[in-house]
C-alpha cells in the first residue's frame, strides 16, 4: 500500500483515487469516513469520540491523523483530553500533520510492518 498525493477534496492510496475522507484500518483496509456522529464545528464536522475509538479499537502501534489540507480538521477539547488520555493508556503514538506533509511518514511505517490505523481529511 502507498499513499502517494492528495489535493483538495481527494486523496490517491495505490493508484485509487478517493474523493473523500478515509479511514486507514489495522488489517489495511481502506473505508470512507463516516462523519455522521460528527458535530458541526466552525464550518466542519469534527474529529469525533466516536471514530476515534473504531480507528483506536485494534491498538495500532501507530496512529495517523492527517488533518485535512489547511490542518483546519476540528476536534472538541473533551475529545482532545480524551484521545491524549486514551493513546497514553495503550501506549499508541499518534502522528498529527497536514495531510499532504503526513503522507510520507506514513508510507515509511507500512514499510516497516507496523501496526498503524488512521483518519485522512482531505478538505480544508
Do not use: A
Not at 35 to 42: A, G, Q
Not at 75 to 100: A, C, V, Y
Amino acid at each position: 500500500m502507498k499513499f502517494e498525493k492528495t489535493k483538495f477534496g481527494s486523496i490517491v492510496i495505490s493508484g485509487k483515487k478517493y474523493k473523500h475522507d478515509v479511514y486507514l484500518h489495522t488489517e489495511g483496509s481502506i473505508t470512507k469516513r463516516d462523519k455522521s456522529h460528527s458535530e458541526r464545528m466552525n464550518g466542519h464536522k469534527e474529529l469525533s469520540k466516536w471514530e476515534l475509538e473504531k480507528m483506536l479499537k485494534n491498538e495500532p502501534e501507530i496512529f495517523f491523523v492527517g488533518m485535512g489540507q489547511s490542518g483546519v480538521l476540528p476536534i472538541s477539547n473533551e475529545t482532545e483530553k480524551w484521545l491524549h488520555s486514551t493513546l497514553e493508556e495503550k501506549n499508541i503514538k499518534m502522528i498529527r500533520k497536514k495531510t499532504p506533509n503526513i503522507l510520507n511518514e506514513v508510507n515509511e511505517v507500512l514499510e516497516q510492518g507496523k501496526k498503524v490505523s488512521g483518519i485522512f481529511h482531505t478538505t480544508c
